[in-house]
């Protein structure tokens, strides 16, 4: 097989506000709910916070000067909302906007290309305060508003804009949940999340207006980590499964953004409990996007099932399936080739970038101070191998971002998962780069599997 990616491939690294800057207080950031929620006792493992995180708000240009080092060509990284509107609404922080700035120019000053996600979960707390966060469309609103700040402000120095990361997290597993696994860690009822689902929908279609009307030449897209249906086997009858899974799966996130609809067997199915809301909300929701973000760690095994009235059954997952360090990374690297693949074959979508892929390891540093990680190497490894077949069928796969460049503040788990291909030392905060690094950085290098 040739083991080489289409020349300009994308490679890059990602990470989100949160999880790496620290600085919470610094330079007139507000309260995010996360900030909120991670000093709630009994909400995250070991009662980790990311008040310092890694701290890259203070070391941002030893992180740019690393990435440089290893050769990547685009970096994705979120704004903090509250950094540039504190309360949410209203007034700009000037300092806020100063910082990203400064990133953003340091970006591109060592070549590497700015790519913004404008929101990466921590919402201001003013917001979840005043209107009950995304249980209302006025913080969906205020989320718009907020575009246009970042979008007038840096449509200058940026191009790629993500409205949303992931919009399971923040609203099934954040309003959703007994006992809330993320903030702000309500438990509403299934009217009220399909509401709450809605709200980040539609924040998302404001937020391509809104930036599209003050930066009209930047492109817009999206982060969703929509569940991945990958085949028991490659028939044709578990394909086409698979296919119709993905889109149904999907229906009330990815699929209502592309069609600009819920698809009438999800409102069927829900029936009382449908979201509420106007055909004008549906058009804004499907507004064009220029590519379609995708992150993706693991996958739902389809099979093809007479027997169900769908037409499919999702296969439980035998507890004997491998899988990595975090048991919820079942090891599925089929996931870089199918997901693309779908999206381009149900919904004809011209670019698609994987915006995350990555595993946490059990990283060990060794007595010269290294970390082999080569597990981590294993599943990117083999998760490239799917992707570069996708990309030979002549899927419209451009790029692929690792999640993450830094070992960071895994949310719920606190610090117990790294992620990172470089080592983070949380007393120290020395950043050693681990042998996924290089190995990433070859891979970026020479554009090829190695
Ligand atoms: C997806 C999220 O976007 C990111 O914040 C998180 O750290 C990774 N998955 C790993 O769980």
Redesign the pocket.
Known sequence: MDRTFPKGFLWGTAT?SY?VEGAVTKDGRGPSIWDTYSHTPGRIKCGHNGDVACDQYNRYREDIALMKKLGLRAHRFSIAWPRIMPAGRGGVNEKGIDYYRRFIEGLLDAGIEPWVTLY?WDLPQALQDDFGGWKSSETSRCFADYCEVIASRFGDIIENFITI??FV?FTDWAYGVENGEYAPGEKLDNKGINQVRHNALLAHGMGVQAIRAAAPEARVGLAD?AVVCVPVMETEEHIAAARRAYREKNAHFLTAVLEGRYPDFYLEEQGPDAPVFTEEEMRIIGSPVDFVGH?M?RAEHIMADPESSRGYTTVITPSSYPHMYAPWIEITPEITYWAPRFLSEIWGVKEIYIT?NGCACDDKVDEFGRINDTDRIFYLRNHLISARRATAEGIPLKGYFC??LLDNF??ADGYTYR?GIVHVDYTTQKRTPKLSADYMSRVARENRIL
């Open positions: 989100a999880q990466h990361n992931e997290c980590n992150n760690y995350e999640w993450s895994e949310w992620f």
